[in-house]
């Protein structure tokens, strides 16, 4: 099966700084899907990163999907305290007609003001 | 567009006891999913459904968790009998027909098992 490791687990940044959270897939990735969740809320999806090499952007948020396809980073330029939250990195499985995703534990995000 | 609606927020059971969550999904979406988050984890899939049938439930936990989805609209899950470990944030997702749709959450019932 599958795994997805999140690095780092959790981490404090003054605001107005820059950050990159990791995720690293034991398979090679056929969909990468990025999304935020705050305390006692559902997820809320950010972004789909399909082909190697693929780099995605929204807002202050970029994602990047490595050449091999087996790590994605996402990289918060200016952080401000609304992106606070935990983010989940989450893979499509190989070769189905639908988008079951296997998440990882992931990343907690304090910005401090 | 309405988002994906679960219904209760919170729930507080003993162990032993039966309790069963509702999940509305967003109009049109063909594929219906329960995820499973234990604090600090991701989620964790339980069941997935394709219109009104199951394609999925490899993790689920059948001697005590049961779901259905009628008519291909609104599911329920229901756990009899929970046990402390099912103490979790049950996530209910749907999404598009099709590999590349993402998937849509709504804000979960959260089950504390006493």
């Known amino acids: 099966s599958q795994e997805l490791e999140q690095s780092p687990q959790s981490l404090i940044v003054q605001e107005g700084k820059n950050l990159t959270i990791n995720c690293t897939s034991s398979?090679?990735?056929?969909?990468l899907y990025w999304y935020k969740q705050k305390y006692g809320e559902g997820l809320i999806f950010l972004m789909m990163?399909?082909?190697?090499?693929e780099e995605k952007s929204h807002e202050k948020i970029t994602a990047k999907l490595d050449e091999k396809k087996q790590q994605s980073s996402l990289h918060i330029t200016a952080s401000q305290p609304s992106h606070a939250g935990i983010y989940l990195c989450?893979?499509?499985?190989?070769?189905?007609?639908?988008?079951?995703?296997?998440f990882g534990k992931g990343t907690m995000l304090l910005v401090s003001p | 567009e309405a988002g994906v609606a679960q219904s209760p927020r919170y729930k507080i059971i003993e162990k032993r006891q039966s309790v069963a969550f509702w999940c509305n999904p967003i109009?049109?979406?063909?594929?219906l999913y329960w995820y499973q988050q234990i604090l600090g984890q991701g989620p964790k899939l339980l069941i997935q459904?394709?219109?009104?049938?199951?394609?999925?439930d490899s993790q689920l936990p059948k001697d005590r968790f049961s779901a259905e989805r009628l008519k291909g609209v609104d599911s329920t899950l229901k756990i009899q009998p929970a046990k402390l470990e099912d103490s979790a944030v049950y996530l209910c997702?749907?999404?598009?027909?099709?590999?590349?749709?993402?998937?849509?959450f709504g804000n979960g019932t959260r089950l504390t098992v006493t």
């Open positions: 997702a749907s999404s598009r027909q099709g590999r590349n749709s993402p998937l849509h």
């Open positions: 398979k090679t990735l056929y969909g």
């Open positions: 990163l399909q082909k190697g090499g």
């Open positions: 989450g893979a499509a499985g190989q070769g189905l007609g639908y988008s079951t995703l296997t």
């Open positions: 109009s049109g979406h063909a594929t």
């Open positions: 459904f394709q219109n009104n049938g199951v394609v999925d």
